[in-house]
């Protein structure tokens, strides 16, 4: 779960370590290469390496990026919470009863139609000559 709350996804091939080793200057010249393309292809990634440029200590940019997991997962959390707590309780014995309920009642209907067909019959049967 952890690994969804990150903030800088691996699918992306960018990782805290990476910026900062970049915003160093201690990147070889590959890694440098590779990176400078994906920050030209995405903005996220350029937004991400400028704000990790604006920070001049490397433990304040780890503690930063801490929070910032802290603080998303607080809130994913929360919303969790709120979702379990709006969702309608289990409703199968409900629908059960009411499916019994209106079987019980077409069934009552038919024997009261049947039982009424008979006694007509009867009294026909009863006023021939």
Known sequence: MDDILNILKEEDGLDAALLLKYSEGTLTAEEQLILEQKIQESDFIKD????????????KVQSF??????????QTTKKKKQKSRRKLPSMDWIIFAVIVILLLSCLGYAVLKMHSNSEKETKTIRHLP
């Open 48 to 59: 991400a390496v400028e704000g990790v440029a604006a920070f001049n200590d490397t433990q």
């Open 65 to 74: 990026i801490d929070e910032l997991n802290r603080q998303l997962k607080r």
